[in-house]
């Protein structure tokens, strides 16, 4: 698994959010139900990207949560970053420090065009266009629907 599951959720919870019409706000259980994302885990990584300031929360009986800017503005990257420990993806997939050199990994060769590539998705994928392929296909990668 590539993401962990902060930031598979953070990402779930986000595309759900820009596919709401714009003002108006979506409940914790209401993502934690159409994503099946527990709703603790949920509240917690929804704090996160409120923290740092992607979503916005609102209480009370109309309360809930709404993107806090333009989702064609947020890369998969920025979801990413916040939420991963190690966000980089510098360690090698064998295990050993960092990814360096093909001298101390016999799949180096092999895994940096795997990188370049990921990195590559994640920075230029927006939240808006997995909304918009979410429309299409009624189901976000991940979310077992």
């Known amino acids: 698994m590539i993401f962990s599951k902060a930031t598979m959720y953070g990402i779930r919870a ?12 979506c409940g914790l259980r209401e993502i934690a139900t159409a994503e099946q994302i527990p709703p603790d885990y949920l509240r917690k990584v929804l704090g996160e990207l409120r923290r740092h300031h992607l979503i916005r929360a609102a209480r009370g009986i109309h309360g809930g949560y709404t993107l806090a800017g333009d989702p064609h503005n947020v890369t ?5 970053r916040l939420l991963e420990p190690e966000p980089e993806l510098e360690t090698c997939i064998l295990g050993h420090d960092h990814c360096e050199s ?4 016999p799949l180096y060769e092999d895994w940096q ?3 370049d590539q990921l ?3 994640l920075k230029n994928k927006t939240i808006s266009q ?3 392929n979410s429309h299409h296909s009624r ?4 979310n077992g629907t």
């Open 14 to 25: 986000l595309t759900r959010l820009a596919t709401q019409p714009v003002g108006s706000t």
């Open 76 to 80: 998969l990257w920025d979801v990413f």
């Open 102 to 105: 093909q001298a101390d990994c």
């Open 113 to 115: 065009p795997v990188r």
């Open 119 to 121: 990195m590559a998705l």
């Open 130 to 132: 997995l909304a918009e």
């Open 139 to 142: 189901s976000i990668p991940g």
